[in-house]
C-alpha cells in the first residue's frame, strides 16, 4: 500500500485541484464522489442483500476482526464508476476503506458490481501468503460465480466471505448462530419465505449438475482463446459471470493508441490511473 | 486452433531468450526503488494496446510500488502492437515524449524482426530513467517479481 507521506501529498494535490476546479467553475464532478465511505462490513449501495441478510453478515465479520484480527470489507455496488477499470477502482476503493491493520496490511475487500457483472479480490499484502490468486480465483469461480448467475447475491457474498474466512483464519471456528445453510434456504434469521425454501434445494441441483458443463465450458473457452489464465503477481481476480466471453476492460477514457501503418502511432497519458505510455506495431 | 504447433508467444519465450529479458530487467532495475515486467500474449481483444497494456498492469498489481514507479512493456505477438506503460509516478517524471522515442526505438527492431532485442532496448530505457529519478544506494529489496506473464 502507499506510504502515508504519499498519500497525504496525493490528498493534497487533490485538493488543489478541487480548489482550481471550484474557482474555474466548472462543474468537475468530485473524485471522492467515486468512493462511498464504508459504513459496516457489508456496504450494499446496489440494495441487493436484505437487511437481514446484511446483519447475519455484519455479525460474522465483526465476531471474526473481534478473535482473529482480519478485517473482510464488502462492497455491493451496480456499477464501477465510469472512468475506472475494475482493477483500477477496486484498488482505489480499498486504499480508501483500508480494511485491516495499517501495520499488518491484513484486509480483504470484496467487490462485486451486478450491472456490469464483474467482482474482484483484492488482498491485502499481509495476508497474500495465506490468500493466493489461485485460491481468490477457485472461491470467485466456484463459490461466487454459480450463485451470481441464479442471483443469489447473498449467498455468494456469503459463501466467498466463508471461504476467504477459511483461507485467512483458518482458526476461527464461526459460531453455530451464524451458519446459514446455503443449501437448505437464504439466510436463517428470514425463515419465512414462502415458496423459495422449496426452489433452492432444486436450484442447487441445477447447480450442482451444471457444474461439469461449467467447467468444461471454461476449459473450452481457455483452449479455444488460448490462454493460459491468470500470470504472475496480480493480488486480485476478476471474472465475467456473464459468460459472454468478451473482453473483461469497460473502457475508459484512457490515452490513445495506433492504428496499423507505422506512421499512425499517438500517444497516451494523464488518463484515468494517472500513468501513460506509448504504443505501436510493427 | 492447432494445439500441436506452438504458439507465437512460446515460440518467442525459450529459456534462452527469457534469460536474455530476465538480465535486462534485473540490470535496469539495480540501483532503483522502480519495476519493469513484460507481459507478452499472443492477441488483442479489440482494445487497443496501450489500454490493455494498462488494464495488465492492474491484474498484475503493479500499481503496489510506494512511489509508484512500475512501468509494464507490452506485446500482442500474433497483432504486432505493442505499447509501454508506465504507472503515474514515473509518468510525472518523464512525460508522453520519453514513452513515444522509446515506443520508435523499440519499433526499428521490431520491424528488423528482433523482437527480443527490441524489448531489450526498452526495459534498457526505462531502467536509465528509473534509477534517474528513482535511484537507491545499496540494498534495493524487490518490490514486485521479475517475473515474465504471458498468456498463449
Known amino acids: 500500500m502507499l506510504n502515508s507521506g504519499y498519500r497525504m501529498k496525493r490528498l493534497l494535490r487533490l485538493s488543489s485541484y478541487l480548489l482550481v476546479a471550484l474557482c474555474a467553475v466548472v462543474a468537475l464532478p468530485s473524485q471522492d464522489a467515486d468512493f462511498p465511505e464504508a459504513s459496516a462490513w457489508i456496504n450494499d449501495l446496489a440494495g441487493l442483500i436484505s437487511d437481514s441478510e446484511e446483519a447475519t453478515l455484519n455479525t460474522m465479520l465483526q465476531q471474526l476482526e473481534i478473535e482473529s484480527g482480519t478485517q473482510i470489507f464488502v462492497a455491493v455496488m451496480a456499477r464501477i464508476p465510469s472512468g475506472y477499470t475494475l482493477e483500477h477502482y477496486v484498488n482505489e476503493l480499498f486504499a480508501h476503506w483500508q480494511p485491516g491493520a495499517q501495520d499488518a496490511d491484513n484486509g480483504v475487500l470484496l467487490a462485486l458490481f451486478s450491472e456490469d457483472r464483474k467482482l474482484r479480490i483484492e488482498v491485502g499484502y499481509g495476508l497474500e501468503g495465506r490468500l493466493s490468486d489461485a485460491t481468490c480465483q477457485l472461491i470467485i469461480d466456484n463459490d461466487m460465480i454459480p450463485q451470481l448467475r441464479e442471483g443469489n447475491y447473498f449467498a455468494a457474498v456469503y459463501a466467498g466471505v466463508q471461504r476467504v474466512i477459511a483461507a485467512v483464519a483458518p482458526d476461527y471456528e464461526l459460531p453455530d448462530s451464524l451458519r446459514v445453510s446455503l443449501e437448505n434456504a437464504a439466510p436463517l434469521s428470514d425463515s419465512g419465505d414462502e415458496g423459495l425454501p422449496l426452489l433452492i434445494p432444486l436450484l442447487f441441483l441445477l447447480i450442482a449438475l451444471s457444474f461439469p458443463l461449467f467447467f468444461g465450458a471454461i476449459i473450452l473457452f481457455a483452449v479455444l482463446m488460448g490462454r493460459k489464465g491468470l500470470s504472475a503477481g496480480g493480488a486480485g481476480w476478476q471474472r465475467n459471470w456473464s459468460g459472454s466471453g468478451s473482453s473483461r476492460y469497460s473502457g475508459s477514457s484512457f490515452g490513445s493508441s495506433s492504428g496499423f501503418s507505422s506512421s499512425s502511432f499517438s500517444g497516451g497519458g494523464g488518463g484515468s490511473s494517472g500513468g501513460g505510455g506509448a504504443s505501436g506495431s510493427w | ?152
Not at chain 2, 535496469?28 to 499472443?42: C, D, K, P, Q, W
Not at chain 2, 508506465?86 to 527492431?109: N, P, S
Open chain 2, 1 to 152: 486452433m492447432n494445439l500441436l504447433k506452438p504458439s507465437s508467444v512460446s515460440a518467442l519465450l525459450t529459456r534462452a531468450n527469457k534469460a536474455r529479458i530476465l538480465a535486462a530487467i534485473r540490470k535496469a532495475e539495480a540501483r532503483t526503488s522502480g519495476e519493469i515486467r513484460l507481459h507478452v500474449e499472443s492477441r488483442l481483444k479489440g482494445e487497443s494496446p496501450l489500454v490493455r497494456a494498462e488494464q495488465r498492469f492492474f491484474e498484475l498489481n503493479m500499481q503496489a510500488t510506494q512511489l509508484r514507479n512500475g512501468a509494464l512493456i507490452y506485446l500482442a505477438l500474433d497483432d504486432r502492437r505493442f505499447a509501454i506503460f508506465g504507472d503515474k509516478g514515473i509518468h510525472a517524471k518523464v512525460g508522453d515524449d520519453f514513452w513515444q522515442a522509446e515506443r520508435d526505438a523499440m519499433q526499428v527492431r521490431f520491424h528488423q524482426d528482433d523482437i527480443i532485442g527490441g524489448i531489450e532496448h526498452g526495459i534498457a530505457a526505462v531502467g536509465a530513467k528509473l534509477r534517474a529519478y528513482f535511484p537507491v544506494d545499496d540494498d534495493n529489496p524487490n518490490q514486485l517479481s521479475d517475473e515474465i506473464s504471458h498468456a498463449e
